[in-house]
């Protein structure tokens, strides 16, 4: 997946009022300063789009959510949904988003490490890109494009 557009929602104080910031075609600092900002409440979430032009209610190919130590991280791929899951992590609640409506998910949805997420620093990419590969019932490999490593994370359906 080649990111053209990423948007980021950044919550006041008050935990309702919200604005977006959109970054086109985002360089991978700027996604990687994003997603290390998230902190469950003011920045709970961020999105990214294939498309530059992905309109508000488009949902985003590759999302994570939430901060401090916990991130649930999601795909579409050719309209079927992923998500990271780890089932050794088991079935207790965490709350991965504190503001407006907020969310909580079972542990085993949440990944405990930014970088995998991150998968290190790609100081040599212009553009982040990420290769999605859907393994059946395996789950989903995905791969950071032009990193000194190939270190992937798996997605679960």
């Known amino acids: 997946m080649e990111a053209h557009l990423l948007r980021v929602t950044i919550y006041d104080d008050d935990g309702w009022t919200w604005q977006t910031e959109e970054i086109r075609e985002p360089t991978w600092a700027d996604i990687e300063v994003a997603i290390r900002r998230l902190d469950r409440f003011h920045y709970p979430f961020v999105w990214l789009y294939r498309s530059d032009t992905a309109g508000w209610t488009a949902i985003p190919d590759f999302d994570v959510m939430g901060g401090e130590g916990e991130s649930a991280m999601e795909a579409t791929i050719d309209n079927s949904y992923h998500r990271y899951y780890d089932q050794s ?31 290190g620093h790609a100081t040599s990419v212009s553009m982040a890109r990420v290769t999605l590969i859907w393994l059946g019932n395996r789950g989903l490999l995905a791969t950071w494009v032009g990193l000194a490593t190939n270190e992937r994370w798996p997605l679960g359906a």
């Open 89 to 119: 992590r088991g079935d207790e609640m965490i709350e991965i988003w504190r503001s407006d409506q907020g969310a909580s998910f079972e542990k085993k949805y949440c990944c405990p490490s930014l970088d995998i997420a991150l998968q």
